[in-house]
């Protein structure tokens, strides 16, 4: 799928956006509620799971952002005058499920005593007990989610040249649209903003095919290597974004293999295990009971869970082969649950299958 870049207009906040700030609004959600649920989006503490949460209005983007597919700069109008606030690319959307655990991750549930003390929201609630019933309904919106290091919130807000990024006098700012531009806007926009270790975003904007403006993903793409050729790489490069390594061929590990790839070592940890990791090609392996087992890691963030299991069966009997070891258990770390039939294929080989659970926070070995 062709990645999509995009200008997607929030609600104004003269406070940092750490928090509601009592900014009026002409009109939409923010306008008739008083607050935005978007206020938040440079507040530290909107972690979870190892993920940067953030939220914009755009239930249409769902698909883009399906598999990490969506890049946008976050933009607002005050005064007259258009700004850009932030960049998040490589963004994927949150299920209603897991919005319910993030908003009580981060503390949202807890802050709606400092959003009914604002005299926007006062005024467009009756009485407290109205505004509880409203917050208690539609306090879980956090809608999107991506890795920490695709994530960056300017420490000023970045006054834009609607004619530059666009051609036209004046940006679209309704909360509820998006303008679905090209990576090298969105480049031309943040580049010179961000910090040198930020090189997550700029590689997510400078590789791979992205959606043309204004038409269908699979007509016309434009790709993103070409924008960008003095993206700095090698040694440089920071070793948890992305590795090489040669097994019958070169390797990658992206940043999502090794956020999942730390959180099972940790998982392991707990229940007193001391794992190994990256040793002769092996993502983990590990002892228990006098019986080594090898485990192979496999985001599904990006891919359906077949085609992970696939993958893995062959990395984990070529392993095992190679390393002269038949007797060493062969465990598969998916980062979703598979379907059922995959869970039998996967035991009638006699591999184990354990997988990431996001509404829960753990491991499950089925």
Known sequence: MAKMAVLKPIMW????????????STSGYSYKKGYGHEEWNNNPNWLWQGWKVFHTEGESLREAAGHGDLGMVMIASHKGIAY?????????ANERDEMKHIVCAVGKDEDWATVWHLLTVQKCFRNRDAFLKHWRDEEPWIRWRCPPENYYWFPKPIRLDPERVTGKKRLAMHHSTFTATTPAVLLDIVDAHLPKE????????SSGDFSQPGESKTRSQISGSKILNRLERGSNAPSDRRFEYWVKGIRSVEPLHDRLQKLFVEHLKAKGINPRENVAYLDVQYTTGGATTFCEIKPTDNVETRYAIRAAIGQLFECRYEKQTPAAALEIVLGSKPRKGEIGFVKSLKIGLTYYDTAIGKFVSV
């Open 198 to 205: 930020m090189m997550a975003i700029r590689e997510w904007l």
């Open 13 to 24: 906040n003269d406070k940092g956006y750490k928090r509601p700030a009592g900014c009026p």
């Open 84 to 92: 850009a606030l932030g960049v998040a690319t490589n963004v994927f």
